[in-house]
C-alpha cells in the first residue's frame, strides 16, 4: 500500500514537514496549497527536495468554490484553474483536489455542475493533469460522497474523477459502503482521518479535531476495506487537521501518522482475509493480548521511602539482581522493581512496565515494525534477555514470559541492610487460591501532546483496547483519564492527562503516577497495613457523610471505612473497596479490592482524592 500524508497534519516549515514524512517512511505527500506560499523555496526547489527525499508528490490542495456557479464566475473559476494547474507542472504534481462548493454556488443544478466540471477536465486535459473532486460536509449542495461520485460518473470525463475523505463520510453518519459501487480507477484519491464522537458543528469538528487512524471512534479498517473491494489502487494518505500536532514536534507526528497506517494496514488486511486486495496489504506479526502485569519499575534517587510503603503494604524484599543494582520486592503476583537510576527529576516514578505476552520475541517485533523505538538494555549472557520498547510518554514497556525466569536472577546476598527486619514486616498470612495479589492497574501520566499517540500505541503494540474517556475534577483542574484495557481485564492502564497547574511541581498533585494492586480483603489488609505504620492518604469526614447518603450503608462498614480512611464505589456489577498511600516523589500506591465483578476504578472517588493529595494531607 503506498502511504501519503498531506503537510497539513505536520508542524513546521513545508521543508521540515518533507523532511519529517520521509524520515517516517511515507512514500508521498499532498501538498497544502498555503504551505506552499508561505515557503521561500521555488516549486521547483521543492520538486527537487522531495525528489532527494525519495517522496512522490501525490496532490496539491484544495482549490475551492469552482462549480455551481453563472457564467461570469465560471470564467474566473477557470482562470484561478489554469494557473494552479501551470503551479502543478513545475511541482510535478498530476492530481488537484476540488472541494465541493461552500460559498458561491448559487444553483442547485446538476446537469450545470456536470458541465462545468467537463469544462475543468478539459483545462486539466491540455495540461495534463487531473482533478479529484470532493463532497465536503457542509457542502453548499454538494455534501455526500454519493453526490460527488453521481456528478463525476455523469462528466464521464478521463480528467475527472472523485475524493473519498473519510471525514467528510463518517461525520454525516454516511454509510461508506457504497464506496464499493464506485469504480476504483475513478477514485483519484483517498484521505483518511479518525475522529472522537463529539457533538458539535461538524466544520469546527473537521478543522481541530481529526486525529490519525486508530485514535478516534471510528471504524477505518472497515473503510479501507471498502476502498480495496471497490479496487482502488492508488496512495492512501492522511488528512488530519488537529490543533495539537501543528504544534508539537513534527518528527514525532509523522512516526505517529505512519504508525496508524501500518496499523491500518494490518488490520484491513485481516478484514479482507482469504479475499485479495487489489495491492499489497503489509500485515504485522500477531499478538494476542497480554495475559497479566509482570512486574512495575519504580526509577529515581532515594528510594526508600518507597520501600517503607511496599514493606508496610504486605511486600517481601526478593534480594538484588547479581549485576544490576536494582531491587525487587513481591507479594504474590506483584512485583516490583526498585532502580536507584537517576532519572530527569530525580524523583521517583514509574520508569517500566512488563507485560506478560505468549511470545515475547513476536511482540517485539510487532512493536518495532510499528516504529516504537527499542530500549537497549544491558545483559550478561546466562540472564533472561528481555525486549522493550519505549511508549511515548517515555515508560518503558518490557515483553515478558509467563515463565518469570529473570526472578531467580535476584537474592539476598549476605549482609543486605535492606533485608534487616524483613521477617517481622513481610505479610505471612497464605493466600486462599484465587485470590492472590497482583497489579490491579497502573496510572500513568501523559504529556498533554501525546496522549492519542499514546492511545495509538498501546493499542497497536499491546492490543489494548480503549475504553471511554473521563475528566475528573481536581482543585486545580480536569484530569483526563483514559483506560486501556486487554479483553479480560487482566491488564489495565490508565492515561491521565493533568492541566498545567496540576503537572506543577509543588502544586500538591505533581505529575503523578500510581500502581494499584488487587488484594482480596480490603479491610484486613489495611488493618495489617495500618499495624506496620503505613501512611495512608487521608479522607475528609465529608466524604462518608456523603458515602451514607449516597449508598445504604451498614452503619458498621461505614465506621471501618472512616476509620481505616478507605474508599468505597458500586457499579451494577458489584462493590468497590479502595484506599491510597501518601505519595512518594511522582509516585503513589492504591490497594483495591473488586467484589462481585465491579469493573471500574472508583472514579467518583478520584475528586476526593485529588483534593485530598492537593491539601497535602497524607
Ligand atoms: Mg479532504
Ligand atoms: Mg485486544
Partial sequence: MRTSIATVCLSGTLEAKLRAAAAAGFDGVEIFEPDLVAAPQSPEQIRELAAQLGLSLDLYQPFRDFEGVPQADLEN???????????????????????????????????????????????????????????????????????????????????????????????????????????????????????????????????????FPGQGAWDLPAFLAHLMRADYLGPVSLEVFNDTFRQTDVERTALDAMRSLRWLEDRTAALLGANPAPVHLATLPRVEDPTGVDFVEIRGEHLEPVETLLRCLGFTYAGTHRTKDVRLWELDEARIIINETPTDSGRPAVAAIGFIVDDPQRSAARAQALGAPVVARRS???????????????????????????????????????????????????????????????????????????LLFLSAVLSLDPQPSLDVASPLGLVRSQVMRSHDGAVRLALNVAPP??????????????????????????????????????????????????????????????????LYDRDDRGEFLHFYTATVGEVFLEVVQRIDGYDGYGAPNAPVRLAAQHAGRA
Fill in 501 to 566: 497547574m496540576v503537572r506543577r511541581a509543588g502544586s500538591g498533585l505533581g505529575q503523578v503516577q500510581h500502581i494499584a494492586f488487587s488484594c482480596p480483603d480490603l479491610i484486613a489488609f489495611a488493618r495489617r497495613a495500618r499495624t506496620r505504620g503505613l501512611k495512608f492518604l487521608g479522607v475528609s469526614d465529608n466524604y462518608y457523610d456523603d458515602l451514607s447518603a449516597r449508598f445504604d450503608l451498614p452503619a458498621d462498614l461505614l465506621g471501618t471505612l472512616r476509620d481505616l480512611d478507605l
Fill in 77 to 211: 473559476g477557470l482562470r484561478r484553474a489554469r494557473a494552479k494547474f501551470e503551479l502543478m507542472g513545475r511541482l510535478g504534481i498530476d492530481t488537484m483536489l476540488l472541494c465541493s462548493n461552500v460559498g458561491t454556488a448559487t444553483l442547485d443544478d446538476d446537469d450545470l455542475v456536470v458541465e462545468q466540471l467537463r469544462r475543468l477536465g478539459d483545462l486539466a486535459a491540455d495540461h495534463g493533469v487531473r482533478v479529484a473532486y470532493e463532497a465536503l460536509a457542509w457542502g453548499r449542495y454538494v455534501s455526500t460522497y454519493e453526490h460527488a461520485w453521481r456528478l463525476v460518473r455523469r462528466a464521464d470525463h478521463p480528467a475527472i474523477g472523485t475524493c473519498i475523505d473519510s471525514f467528510h463520510i463518517l461525520s454525516r453518519g454516511g454509510d461508506p459502503r457504497g464506496i464499493e459501487d464506485i469504480r476504483g480507477d475513478k477514485i483519484f484519491v483517498v484521505q483518511l482521518a479518525d475522529a472522537p464522537l463529539l457533538s458539535m458543528d461538524v466544520l469546527s469538528w473537521s478543522r481541530h479535531h481529526r486525529v
Fill in 380 to 454: 550478561q549472557a546466562d540472564e533472561a534477555v528481555l525486549q522493550a520498547v519505549r511508549a511515548p510518554d517515555g515508560t518503558e514497556v518490557f515483553f515478558c514470559s509467563s515463565s518469570n525466569a529473570w526472578i531467580a536472577e535476584f537474592a539476598i546476598k549476605d549482609g543486605d541492610p535492606v533485608a534487616a527486619g524483613q521477617t517481622d514486616a513481610a505479610d505471612t498470612s497464605v493466600p486462599e487460591a484465587g485470590s492472590r495479589h497482583r497489579v490491579d492497574h497502573v496510572n500513568l501520566d501523559q504529556p498533554w501532546q501525546r496522549q492519542e499517540e499514546g
